[in-house]
């Protein structure tokens, strides 16, 4: 059984940093990109980032281009997504998804063709 759980998430001001971290367990991590989505209250699902098996390519939302930074070790069957600047619209609930590809495709960010997600991380940020 596939799994990913996300960790990190906090309360924070606007201009401060915050990391999230997602395992992935029950799969072959290198055969897997592997996305970040958020959803803020009231908002829809958005895409954030993908990044390759290989870490080689990454795509990020414009929202977050520049701010974020999505990496993996393999070795760790972990991700991480790096946001720096915080704003107050980067509140959301933040998940990590297991893609059923080792590569981002052209959609990645429209949330399908995931194998798994995990429960979720809550960033708030405040102004």
């Known amino acids: 059984q596939v799994q990913v759980a996300e960790s990190g998430g906090d309360l924070v001001e606007a201009g401060e940093s915050l990391k999230l971290s997602c395992t992935a367990s029950?799969?072959?991590?290198?055969?897997?990109?592997m996305a970040w989505f958020r959803q803020g209250p009231g908002k829809s699902r958005e895409g954030v980032g993908c990044i390759s098996w290989s870490g080689v390519t990454r795509n990020y939302a414009d929202s977050v281009k520049g701010r974020f930074t999505i990496s993996r070790v393999n070795a760790k069957n972990t991700v991480y997504l790096q946001m720096n600047s915080l704003k107050s619209e980067d509140t959301a609930m933040y998940y990590c998804?297991?893609?059923?590809?080792?590569?981002?495709?052209?959609?990645?960010?429209?949330?399908?063709?995931?194998?798994?997600w995990g429960q979720g991380t809550q960033v708030t940020v405040s102004s």
């Open positions: 029950g799969l072959t991590f290198e055969d897997h990109a």
């Open positions: 998804a297991a893609y059923n590809s080792d590569h981002c495709l052209d959609l990645w960010y429209n949330g399908e063709d995931y194998i798994s």
